[in-house]
């Protein structure tokens, strides 16, 4: 019997995110409390710009932002915001959407599974992505759980399960 099975991956739909973008830079152009403020969010090349007036304007802004993406189904796992920094008269928030899995959480999670696993999973990294095989689909599907409840801080997603 051949083995079967899957791919551990972290991506995020593009679209989805560029949805959830929208909707928030159209409720930040509506609402009353934003008025005035300068308020904007907007796509600058990979990187997500949210601009305001304050620091707790801008801050608002991404937090509105992040209740779009839970909405949409994007997990707040993948998206990487810093401090709202000083330019000018406006603060400026930088924002990145993580995508792949490290060689550093590849590890991590491989010694999850080597750890805790049954004992014929066997994981492999190749590339941005981990292989995880067993001869046994009851223990792929063990396995699964066992990394959904890890304490890892990045959005897993398990694909192609043959």
Do not use: C, H
Not at 120 to 136: A, I, M, W
């Amino acid at each position: 019997m051949a083995d079967s099975s899957f791919d551990v991956v972290s991506k995020v739909d593009r679209q989805e995110a560029d949805n959830a973008l929208n909707q928030a830079r159209k409720e930040v152009e509506q609402r009353y409390d934003f008025k005035g403020t300068d308020a904007s969010i907007e796509w600058s090349g990979d990187t997500i710009l949210i601009k305001a007036n304050s620091e707790d304007r801008a801050l608002a802004v991404l937090d509105v932002f992040q209740s779009k993406l839970i909405k949409r189904g994007i997990s707040l796992k993948s998206l990487e915001s810093g401090d709202p920094q000083p330019s000018g008269k406006e603060f400026r928030l930088a924002s990145t959407l993580k995508e792949g899995i490290t060689q550093e959480n590849a590890k991590k999670l491989g010694k999850i599974i080597r750890d805790e696993a049954p004992k014929s999973v066997k994981s492999q990294v190749q590339g941005d992505e981990l292989r995880v095989s067993s001869k046994s689909r009851d223990d792929l599907q063990a396995t699964i759980a066992l990394l959904k409840g890890a304490d890892i801080d990045i959005d897993l997603q398990f694909i192609n399960f043959r």
